[in-house]
Every structure is written in structure tokens, then in C-alpha cells.
């Protein structure tokens, strides 16, 4: 909030409406950016490395061309319909409630898996850091998920600037740990670039596209920064370039550097800065990976939480999804629904024995159903043929990375067949049946009621004073003559 002064030179404002900070080119940038990048980019290098090896270094470079028509269709589309509602209400405009619903259970059951998956990949890396073995790693990422349902159910989240303050630090140690590693690439790591042909390296676009889906966040920038027409733009441009150069030199340092080790590596991000800068820099990438998946964590989750009273409200979820569990408005029982299905995750992430990886294969292949239902949107909603081919073009690559998902297509399938399945049934019974058709009686007996204005008994009009006059027995009044104002008025 900007500080006001208390001289009396402050301009007055208008009454109920709020006055918004604006922010500039630079900031919104930071903002974008800091969008795109979360925990999974510790891990994705190697998770690529393992689908496709060398190759996985085509799969950065087709996304991050792919990045500049998925920036210009989102950024179209934020300062075109400012009040869509993120990419389920954008869904919802061109096609209709039941896409409302298909978007928003994928975006609801992407939540308890990228939870999962934040928390892990935390596990491993101060694993790494304690040169501990897996069980320290799953003690951690259980604290780590303790913390961020914890801190959700009090309402407490993580401000802007922390989580900015994050970002910029993970900003940081990403570019440190690309530059001193570099001077120990091997060549000879590149080579055979493509040792099992162009397939790989589809498969390896599915997973990396986790790395890809943030660029929608421009919708929440829309009404903060000023002339979103013009600024929006310049500001995707520079975060395109800033997250490409990133993710690619990240990429090609590891594979030069580790080699086929990559693909095997628990926390590639501490072995190259264990080779750039020495053993020092461990605990402290550790320390900022721990922060960085507990505050992705909270966010990812209270957004979840509101989405999914926003999906119950609409007939999407279960009604008593709604109750809120205290006088503050915190869904208590959504965020117990969350964390169910968070240990239901992670119940069976242990039973199997597998890593973080398969859950951000299928975080990666939902995600990209719902950009894909997003882009689709912006081929129906965007005017001119201009704005309309970049989202023909981010349609298009974004189906291709669907169909390299290959049996990961189930995910989606299934979810979105969930939500339109319960929708249906849900706005399909009887009107007596539903909680909202018939209103409590405390609240129908108010209604009935008179007003209390005019419930009340009128006083008697000032009139004349009545003549009297003397009687054995006392004084009496003698009714007036005139008639009341009243009586005139019913005349």
C-alpha cells in the first residue's frame, strides 16, 4: 500500500473505490518471471536428460520457441477479457459451463500432486545437502507438507515480496551455478545428439512443459500495471527472453557437464554448483530450495483452495464444499479434501517406490491440457486475424506435446470426464432436492415480515385543543366539531 500523508495533501479519493498502486515495465517483469520459475526447475534438467539424453537440449530449444506464442495469445487475451476468471473462465466464454468444469478439475487435481512433488523434490535436496540417505529426504518433504497445509489452515500465506525475494534468489543461484560450471563442459557429452531418433525427444517435451505453464499468470497484471495495452507486451517479450536464456544455458551446463550422470543425479543444481564453486555452496542452495517449495507450496494450494469453492458454488464440486470452518471464511473441509488427496499422492508414490519424477510427468501432461483449453479459447475469443494466429500456432504445438504424452493422456481424460460427469448429475436433480432452491425458513419468515417502519403504530396528529364544558359531575371534552385532518382525507 503506498503510505498517505496526514497534512491534509493527500488527493481525496472517492468513496468505495480502492486505490491501486500501479507498477512499472521492470517490476512486472520480475513478477512474469518469478511466475514461471518454481521448484520443478531444480529437477527438470535431469528428468530430461533421463527421456531423451542429449537431446532433451532440442526439447528446451522447441519450447522456448513455442514460449513466444503462448506469451502474445495469454497476453491478448488478459488485456481483451480482464475479468475471464484465469483460463477456466476464458474456457467457460467460448465454450460454455461444462468446459468451466473439465478446466477446473484439472486444475484441481494438479494441486495435490505439484504439492507432492514440491515437497520431494525439497526431501532430496537437503538430503543431498546432509549427505543423508532417502528416508531423511521423505522426513523432510513430510515436514515440508506439514508446514504448508498448516499454514494454510490458519490463513497464514506468503507475501508478494517473499515470494519475489525467493524467486530473485533462485534467480541467482541458477545463473551462478550456469557460469561457474561452464568451464567444465565436455563436448563429448553432446555426442550422439538424437541416439534414438526424434521420439525422445517429443516424450521429453511432455515432461518439461511443467517449465512452460505459467505464462496465463499476465491476467493477474492486468489492472496493476499501467496502459496493459501497450505495457503488456514489452513485458512478455523481456520475460520470454530472460526465462529462455535461462532454462536453455541451465540445460546445455548440464548435460555438457554431467553427462549421462544427469539422468541419475538426485539434485543436479547442487552438483554443478559443487563443481563451479565447491562444497560450500550446498547448504545454501538447500536452504533456498526449502523456502522456495514450502512458499510454492502454500501459494499453490490456497489457490486451489479458493478454486475449489469457486467450483462448488458453480455445481462443479460437492455443496458442502462451501461451508466455510470458522468466522475468517477458510473452507476447512476443502482444504481437508486437498490434504487427503495429497496423502492419497503420496501413500502412493511410496507404495510403488517412485520418485518425483512420474508425478511431475502427470502435473506436466495436466497442465497442458488446461494451456491447451486456454489457447483454444483464444482462437474463439480474439477479434482479429493477427492476435487469432499466435493462438493457432500455441494450439497447435500444444497439442503435439499431448500427443507425445502418449498413455499420460489418461490423466486429463479421465479428470476432465470426472468434472463434466458430476456437473451434469449435480445441475440435472430436481429443483426440492437442491440446498439452494428453497431458502432457510429463519431467512423466508424475514422476508414475510412488515418492515419495522411501518409495523409501528402512528402517532395521533396535533389537532386543536377540544372545548369542555362543566357537568355535576366534573369537567369533560366535548368531541370537536371539525373533523380531523384525517376524516377530511377519507372524504
Known sequence: MA????????????PGRAVTARIGAVQATALWVGALLGPGVLTLPALAAAVAGAGSLLAWAALVAASVPLAATFTALAVRHRQAGGIAGLAELAFGPRAFAVVGWCFYCAAPLAACAAALIGGQYAATALGAGRGV?????????AVVFTANAFGLHTSGRLQLGLVGALLVLLTTAAVSAAPHVNLANFNPLLPAGPV????????????FSGWEACGHLTDSVARPERTLPRVAAAAVAIVGVLYLSLATVTIGVLGPAAASAPAPFITLLHRGIGEAAGPAAAAVALLLTCGAGITFV????????????RGALPALLTTPGDPAGR???NLLTLAGLTALAATGCLSADVGVGPLLRVLSVLLAAVTLAGTAAGIVLLPTWRRTAPAVIATAVTAVVLGAAGPLLVAPAVVGAGGVTFAVLRRGRPPSTSRSSTPPPLAAARWQRRPPHRSRRRRPLPSRKSPTRTTPVGVVKVAATTPSRRARSRQ
Open 331 to 333: 473452507p476447512r473441509r
Open 3 to 14: 503510505r498517505q500523508r496526514s497534512d491534509g495533501e493527500s488527493p481525496p479519493s472517492k
Open 137 to 145: 529426504g521423505l522426513a523432510v518433504a513430510g515436514c515440508i507438507l
Open 302 to 313: 490456497a489457490g486451489a483452495v479458493r478454486l475449489g469453492d469457486a467450483l462448488a458454488r
Open 200 to 211: 525422445p525427444v517429443g516424450r521429453a517435451m511432455a515432461v518439461l512443459f511443467i517449465a
